[in-house]
C-alpha cells in the first residue's frame, strides 16, 4: 500500500466513529414511534424527550472528559475504548426491559459517541498532510450522514415486524460497526504528534514514514514533519503549562479567542437549523403527503458531503463556511415565509406534537425543494467544516483539551434546540435564516482561513507574532526548505513577546539572529 492509500485508510476507518454517532441518533427517533416500543415503555411527551436528552447529556459529558483521555492514553487507545463503551451501552438499550435500563443505556452509548466526536476528528487531523487535512477529516462527517440514512431505512424495513424485535434489531445492528472499529483500531497507528508529545519519538518517525513514505524513515518529508513536530512540542513545554486555564489566557499565541472560534463554530452548526430539517421536517410534511422525505433528506445529505471530501482543501475554510451559510439562510428564510404565509400550525393531542399543515400544493412542493436545498448546503460546508476547523487550530499542548470544549458546546446546543424548535416550530426557520445570515458576515470578520498550512503552523496565523523569514538552525535534521524554520523563528518571537520585549528591540533580535 502506497503512503497516501495509507493515511485515507487510517482517516476512512476511524470515521466508524462518525457512523455510529449518526447511526444511533438516526435510530433512536424512528424507534420512538415504533407500535411494540411504545406498548414495552408507554411513553409520555416526558419520557420521549428524556429518553433523546438523555443521549445528549451523555455526549456532553463524553465529550467534556475526551480531552483527558486524548492526552492521558492517546488518540488511538480512546478511539478504540470509546468502541467498547459504546458496546456496552448498546448492549444495554437492546435488552432493556425497564426505562432505567434504557435511560442508563443512552447515556452510556452517549458517553462514548461525545468522546468519539471529539477524538475522531482529532486523529484525523493529527495524522493528515497538511494538503489534505480537509479532506480526511470531513470524513468524520460523510460517516455521520451515513449512519444517519442507515438507521432511517434499518428502522423501516425493521417496523413491519410485529414483535419487539421491531426495535431491538436496529439496536442489535449498531454493533457491528462498533466491533469492528475496535477490532480495526488496535491495527492502525498511533498519532504522530501525541507520540512526540509522550517522548516516543523514534515509533512517531516510524508512524510518519508509513504515513507519508511508504515507510522510508530517511524521507525528506518524514523528517522534515517529525522537525517541526519535535520544535513545536519543545517550545510548548517551555512556553506554558498544560492545563485547562491556559484556555482563557489571552497570550500572543491568542489561544482564547481560538477557544471562542471553536466553541462558536460549533454553536453556529447548531444555530443554522440543520436538525430543525432533519428531525422536525416529517412535522411539515405529514399534511402534504410525502412520506420518505426523511429518507430522502439522508441521500441528499450523504451526496452533498462529497463536495467537500473533494474541494474542501482547494475552497478553503472561509468561502465554504460563508457560502453555506448564505445558502442555508436564504433556503431557511424562504421556507420560514412559505410556513407563515401558507401553513396552519396544530396541536395533535395523541402524538402529543405540533404539526404544520400545507394544503397549497405549490407551496408544498417549494417547501420541500427548498428543504433539499438547505440540507445540501450544510451538507458541503458546515457539515465537514465545522469539524475540521476546531481539529486544526490549537497548539498541541492544549488541543485535546481545547476540542473537548468546543465538542461539548456543539452537544449542548444540540440538546437546546431540540427543546426549542418542537415548540416553535414554523417560526423557527425565520430565526435560524437570520442566525446563518449572521454567521456569514462573523465568519468573513473573525474567522482567518487554515486551509493548507500544517497544524505547527497555525500559531503564526492565529497568534500576535511578526512574520519573519530569517533563518536559524534549530532543526533536528537538515531540510531544504525554510518552512519549519520559519516557525522555529515564530516560537523565538512567541518567546520574546512572552518575556515583554519591546517591539524596536524585537526587530533588533530578528534582524540580528
Ligand atoms: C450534526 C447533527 C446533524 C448532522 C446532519 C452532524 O454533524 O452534529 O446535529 O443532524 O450533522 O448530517
Redesign the pocket.
Known amino acids: 500500500m502506497n503512503e497516501s492509500s495509507y493515511v485515507y485508510v487510517c482517516a476512512a476507518f476511524s470515521a466508524i466513529g462518525g457512523l455510529l454517532f449518526g447511526y444511533d441518533i438516526g435510530v433512536i427517533s424512528g424507534i420512538l414511534t415504533m407500535s411494540h416500543f411504545r406498548e414495552k415503555f408507554p411513553s409520555g411527551l416526558a419520557k420521549e424527550g428524556s429518553i433523546v436528552s438523555s443521549l445528549l447529556a451523555g455526549c456532553f459529558f463524553g465529550a467534556l472528559i475526551s480531552g483527558y483521555f486524548a492526552d492521558k492514553i492517546g488518540r488511538k487507545f480512546s478511539i478504540l475504548g470509546a468502541s467498547i463503551v459504546f458496546i456496552v451501552g448498546s448492549v444495554l438499550q437492546a435488552t432493556a426491559t425497564t426505562f432505567i435500563q434504557l435511560y442508563f443505556g443512552r447515556v452510556v452509548a452517549g458517553i462514548s459517541i461525545g468522546i468519539l466526536s471529539m477524538i475522531v476528528p482529532l486523529y484525523q487531523s493529527e495524522i493528515s498532510p497538511k494538503e489534505i487535512r480537509g479532506r480526511l477529516i470531513s470524513f468524520q462527517?460523510w460517516s455521520?450522514?451515513i449512519g444517519?440514512a442507515i438507521s432511517f431505512w434499518i428502522n423501516y424495513a425493521t417496523e413491519k415486524f410485529d414483535s419487539s424485535a421491531q426495535w431491538r434489531i436496529p439496536l442489535w445492528i449498531q454493533n457491528v460497526p462498533a466491533l469492528i472499529l475496535a477490532f480495526g483500531m488496535s491495527f492502525l497507528p498511533f498519532s504522530p504528534r501525541w507520540l512526540v508529545c509522550s517522548d516516543r519519538d523514534e515509533e512517531a518517525i516510524t508512524v510518519l514514514a508509513k504515513l507519508r513514505a511508504g515507510g522510508d524513515r530517511t524521507a525528506e518529508a518524514v523528517q522534515k514533519e517529525y522537525t517541526e513536530i519535535k520544535d513545536n512540542v519543545r517550545f510548548e513545554r517551555e512556553f506554558a503549562a498544560k492545563n485547562y486555564s491556559e484556555l482563557i489566557k489571552k497570550g500572543p499565541e491568542n489561544i482564547r479567542k481560538r477557544v471562542l472560534l471553536g466553541i462558536f463554530i460549533q454553536i453556529f452548526q447548531q444555530l443554522n437549523g440543520?436538525?430543525a430539517i432533519?428531525y422536525f421536517a416529517p412535522q411539515i410534511y405529514n399534511n402534504a403527503g410525502i412520506d420518505l422525505s426523511t429518507g430522502i433528506n439522508g441521500f441528499v445529505?450523504i451526496l452533498a458531503t462529497v463536495p467537500a471530501i473533494l474541494w474542501v482543501d482547494r475552497w478553503g475554510r472561509r468561502a465554504t463556511l460563508i457560502s453555506g451559510s448564505m445558502l442555508m439562510g436564504a433556503s431557511m428564510l424562504i421556507i420560514g415565509s412559505i410556513l407563515a404565509i401558507d401553513g396552519t400550525k396544530y396541536f395533535d393531542s395523541t402524538l402529543g406534537k405540533n404539526f404544520i399543515k400545507l394544503d397549497n400544493k405549490a407551496s408544498s412542493l417549494a417547501v420541500t425543494i427548498f428543504i433539499y436545498i438547505s440540507v445540501a448546503s450544510f451538507?458541503y460546508s458546515w457539515?465537514p467544516t465545522r469539524w475540521i476547523y476546531p481539529a486544526e487550530i490549537y497548539p498541541l499542548r492544549i488541543r485535546g483539551k481545547a476540542l473537548s470544549i468546543t465538542t461539548a458546546f456543539?452537544w449542548l446546543f444540540?440538546f437546546v434546540l431540540g427543546q426549542i424548535v418542537p415548540i416553535l416550530l414554523n417560526s423557527t426557520y425565520i430565526i435560524f435564516g437570520i442566525f446563518s445570515i449572521i454567521m456569514a458576515i462573523f465568519v468573513h470578520i473573525f474567522y482567518p482561513e487554515t486551509k493548507g498550512n500544517s497544524l505547527e503552523e497555525m500559531d503564526s496565523i492565529f497568534g500576535n507574532i511578526h512574520p519573519n523569514n530569517i533563518t536559524i538552525s534549530r532543526q533536528h535534521y537538515p531540510s531544504s526548505s525554510n518552512e519549519s524554520v520559519h516557525v522555529g523563528q515564530q516560537r523565538e518571537n512567541l518567546r520574546d513577546l512572552e518575556r515583554g520585549i519591546p517591539e524596536e528591540e524585537e526587530e533588533d533580535i530578528y534582524l540580528s539572529t
Open positions: 462527517q455521520i450522514t444517519l440543520i436538525n432533519m445529505n451538507a457539515g456543539n444540540n
